[in-house]
């Protein structure tokens, strides 16, 4: 599993060609997660796996991209 520290130019924004930077995503108060399923006594016990989501935004047109940032617990 790599860790995603190195800082690695972002692509250009595949729709305009205009800067992207990365942001964070929030869902209401929490962050927004990704996971295999929803289930409420997974979630009473907080046995749920799931990863957060960070989001790419072209700072030209707004376009953004979504990505987990720990895909693994997908699997
Ligand atoms: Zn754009």
Same mark, same amino acid.
């Given at each position: 599993?790599?860790?995603? #520290? ?22 209401? #108060? ?39 940032? #720990? ?5």
């Amino acid at each position: 599993m790599t860790e995603g #520290n190195e800082k690695s130019p972002l692509e250009p924004c595949p729709k305009c060609g205009g800067e992207v930077v990365q942001a964070e995503t929030l869902a209401g #108060n929490t962050w927004l997660l990704l996971m295999k399923s929803r289930s409420a006594a997974a979630l009473s016990l907080g046995l749920l796996r799931g990863t957060p989501v960070t989001a790419r935004v072209c700072l030209a047109c707004g376009y953004t991209e979504l990505y987990a940032t #720990n895909p693994d617990v997908l699997k």
